[in-house]
């Protein structure tokens, strides 16, 4: 069997009730896997909650972790994003050192990468982006020569391409 890590994103509808993520978390630490990302959002359906997870995984982990959630009885779907066939977006803000001599050349990289900015003092600016994380990872290391104060990145969110069979009520 393959042990190669790879990063894994699933989506999880559940029951939107208290402690549904706590539940669905400590799953996940209980049976040893580090998240690197978590995401939950409302969707269409005010009765279900969408929790998009990020980790990395063996294909045998992955097996493993689908099946002992799907388990949960708050739990209504669980699936993988495959990156071919799913996007993948998520926000930056990020807070940078600058003074009148730094605005023009950031405002320029900041347009190259359709972000926006958000707040402007005399000496900071902060500056939001969504985008694949590919493109805010870009855009951070276009940023390194500059000195960044703070940085929040909301972590990954993804849907599927096209109709599935899943997109139905519940």
Same mark, same amino acid.
């Given at each position: =069997? ?7 994103? +699933? ?6 009730? $208290? ?7 400590? #799953? &996940?630490? !209980?049976?040893? %896997?580090?998240?690197?990302?978590? @995401? ?7 009765? +279900?909650?969408?929790?998009? +997870?990020? &980790? ?9 972790? #689908?099946?002992? @959630? ?8 669980? %699936?993988? /994003?495959?990156?071919? *066939?799913?996007?993948?977006? *998520?926000?930056? /803000? ?9 605005? $023009?050349?950031? !405002? ?5 990468? !359709?972000?926006?900015?958000?707040? #402007? ?5 902060? +500056? ?5 994380? *590919?493109? /805010?990872?870009?855009? =951070?290391? =276009? ?10 990145? @909301? ?10 069979? !899943?997109? =139905?009520? %519940?």
């Amino acid at each position: =069997m393959d042990k190669t890590l790879k990063k894994e994103v +699933i989506s999880i509808l559940v029951d939107n009730q $208290s402690n549904v993520l706590s539940r669905v978390v400590s #799953l &996940f630490g !209980r049976r040893g %896997f580090n998240i690197d990302s978590l @995401t939950v959002s409302a969707t269409n359906n005010p009765e +279900i909650s969408r929790i998009t +997870i990020v &980790f990395n995984g063996t294909e045998q982990a992955l097996h493993q972790i #689908l099946t002992q @959630t799907e388990k949960l009885e708050v739990v209504r779907d669980i %699936f993988t /994003l495959n990156a071919a *066939e799913s996007l993948y977006r *998520e926000l930056l /803000l990020v807070k940078i050192k600058c003074d009148k001599n730094d605005r $023009s050349a950031l !405002r320029e990289i900041i347009e190259i990468y !359709r972000g926006k900015i958000i707040d #402007l003092s005399k000496d900071s600016m902060i +500056i939001e982006l969504t985008g694949a994380p *590919e493109k /805010l990872d870009g855009f =951070m290391d =276009m940023l390194s020569c500059y000195d960044v104060l703070e940085v929040c990145r @909301t972590g990954i969110t993804g849907i599927a391409r096209g109709i599935q069979d !899943r997109d =139905m009520d %519940f």
